[in-house]
């Protein structure tokens, strides 16, 4: 069975993000994010969100583990932080239903979602640039990087929260994860 840890980053919506992973028959566990990479074991990591980029713990050391990694909201801006691009301010905060447009179909992560999809997503900060090997799968009017995706290493992020209702195909970002996983 597919093992995935997610690394709380003490965000309001971690525990959906597990049962997200629980409900489509994925073995998983919350971990704390200070939990050394050498105490992981998992076919896959997911990068909960969180309200604070100085609250990371760990996170930055687990980018070095040979496993997928899933970075959703401050878990994207980490990868994307510790990889070489840059995150800033957003020019809109607070959470809100947005309309993403998915410009990588090819993408393993988003690429299967509607060519518009309506997504809950918080933009206090978001990624400004994309790390090098990365691409933006998607983007917003509200946001230039919506979604980020390396698929030689196997590191993808959303600015938005798949495992919330208000997000309308979620749960198959969450399966294509999975798939990823499994895949390797």
């Excluded at 998983?28 to 309200?51: F, H, M, Q, Y």
Aim: aromatic content about 6%; charged content about 30%.
């Amino acid at each position: 069975m597919t093992r995935i840890v997610v690394v709380d980053n003490h965000g309001q919506f971690t525990h959906l993000e597990r049962r997200a992973l629980r409900d489509l028959g994925v073995d998983t566990e919350l971990i704390d994010n200070d939990t050394r990479p050498a105490d992981i074991d998992a076919d896959g990591i997911v990068l909960s969100g969180g309200p604070d980029i100085d609250r990371i713990g760990r996170c930055p050391d687990y980018l070095d583990l040979d496993v997928p990694i899933f970075g959703i909201c401050l878990g994207m801006q980490i990868i994307a932080d510790e990889l070489g691009g840059t995150v800033g301010g957003g020019e809109y905060g607070g959470y809100a239903d947005v309309d993403v447009e998915i410009t990588d179909t090819t993408d393993p992560l988003v690429g299967t979602l509607a060519p518009e999809t309506r997504v809950w997503a918080s933009h206090a900060d978001e990624v400004k640039t994309v790390p090098e090997g990365f691409t933006r799968t998607a983007r917003s009017d509200v946001c230039s990087i919506e979604a980020i995706a390396n698929a030689e290493t196997d590191r993808y992020g959303v600015q938005w929260h798949p495992e919330v209702a208000h997000t309308e195909r979620g749960e198959e970002v969450f399966e294509n994860f999975i798939e990823v996983c499994e895949s390797r």
